[in-house]
Nanobody
Framework: EVQLVESGGGLVQAGGSLRLSCAASGFTFDDYAIGWFRQAPGKEREGVSCIGSIDGSTNFADSVKGRFTISRDNAKRTVYLQMNSLKPEDTAVYYC??????????????????WGQGTQVTVSS
């Protein structure tokens, strides 16, 4: 059974940092791309970043470029999203997801097969 468990969310002031983790089990972790998405109240779920499997290629939404980084530790079966210089508009529930394919420049939620339960990130002004 595929399981993805996010952690690391919380309340932070604008300009602060958080590191989200996505712990995976139930599939061959090394073979899959992992994406991060977020959903704010009343808005569509949007792609934030992804990291590829073999080559570890990464992509980021324009809104987070230069502020967020993504990395993966295949030995720990975990992907990290480091979020710096956080803004109130980053407030959302953050989800990680897995796809059997490439990490593309644009992330589409329908291309991802399994999802975690999400972790809340709240940035106060």
């Amino acid at each position: 059974e595929v399981q993805l468990v996010e952690s690391g969310g919380g309340l932070v002031q604008a300009g602060g940092s958080l590191r989200l983790s996505c712990a995976a089990s139930g599939f061959t972790f090394d073979d899959y791309a992992i994406g991060w998405f977020r959903q704010a109240p009343g808005k569509e779920r949007e792609g934030v970043s992804c990291i590829g499997s073999i080559d570890g290629s990464t992509n980021f939404a324009d809104s987070v470029k230069g502020r967020f980084t993504i990395s993966r530790d295949n030995a720990k079966r975990t992907v990290y999203l480091q979020m710096n210089s956080l803004k109130p508009e980053d407030t959302a529930v953050y989800y990680c997801a897995v796809r059997n394919g490439l990490c593309k420049v644009r992330l589409f939620k329908y291309e991802y097969d399994y999802w975690g339960q999400g972790t809340q990130v709240t940035v106060s002004s």
